[in-house]
């Protein structure tokens, strides 16, 4: 299995809303990522989390959680999100830390209306 | 504020042509360099990694690298319109983050 897979694949919700976003992998990747992609942008990063534990958050609003809940998984958890944050929401994963190449999942295409 | 550029383009090319792109970096301490290559409404997909200056291949892929210039190019031989897409270049900065270029956007003319 060389996938990492996210879900779902598209979401709409309201600022009120709570939404949660869904990575995994069973590729035995030590490092997940979450990245931002607006259109016509490249990806930002958001969050890293190496051997499970969160290494970076690239100052990113708390109404974004991320959740490591075990070494395949990676969670998003979305609250009270505004309209600019309407974008592609994509996972990653490295065999180590930030030193390999990433896979990337298809990502969640997200509008908050 | 560490940077990896690229020209946006479009870069068109025709059919069997060799494409190159280029990338540049800030960043003098980076260690690992990428090729993404991203479909439009796609995610990016990794066709490239160098770490040593010089060149490396892959089919019809060659990765140039050149740590004293910081500067990063992707080849495509016998380009083909399914080569057709964004190219990403992305660098390891020296607090480890992948940071992305913004892109150059590939048109192979049939």
């Known amino acids: 299995d060389t996938e990492v897979t996210q879900t779902p694949k598209h979401l709409v919700m309201g600022m009120t809303n709570k939404k949660s976003l869904k990575c995994e992998q069973h590729m035995g990747h030590r490092a997940m990522y979450w990245y931002k992609q607006k259109a016509k942008k490249p990806p930002e990063l958001m969050f890293v989390y190496s051997y499970e534990k969160l290494s970076i958050n690239e100052s990113v609003p708390s109404r974004f959680s991320p959740e490591c809940p075990n070494s395949s998984l990676l969670n998003l958890h979305l609250h009270a999100l505004q309209p600019e944050d309407s974008a592609l929401y994509l996972c990653a994963s490295s065999q180590e830390p930030y030193t390999d190449g990433y896979t990337f999942g298809s990502g969640t295409r997200l509008t908050v209306v | 504020q560490k940077e990896v550029e690229q020209n946006s383009g479009p870069l068109s090319v025709p059919e069997g042509a060799i494409a190159s792109l280029n990338c540049t970096y800030s960043?003098?301490?980076?260690?690992?360099f990428f090729w993404y290559r991203q479909y439009s409404g796609k995610s990016p997909e990794l066709i490239m990694s160098?770490?040593?200056?010089g060149d490396k291949e892959d089919g019809r892929f060659t990765a140039q690298l050149n740590k004293a210039s910081q500067y990063v190019s992707l080849l495509i031989r016998d380009s083909q319109p399914s080569d057709s897409a964004t190219y990403l270049c992305?660098?390891?900065?020296?607090?480890?983050?992948?940071?992305f270029g913004s892109g150059t956007r590939l048109l192979v003319r049939p």
């Open positions: 992305a660098v390891n900065d020296s607090s480890y983050k992948l940071i």
């Open positions: 160098i770490y040593s200056n």
């Open positions: 960043d003098r301490v980076s260690q690992s």
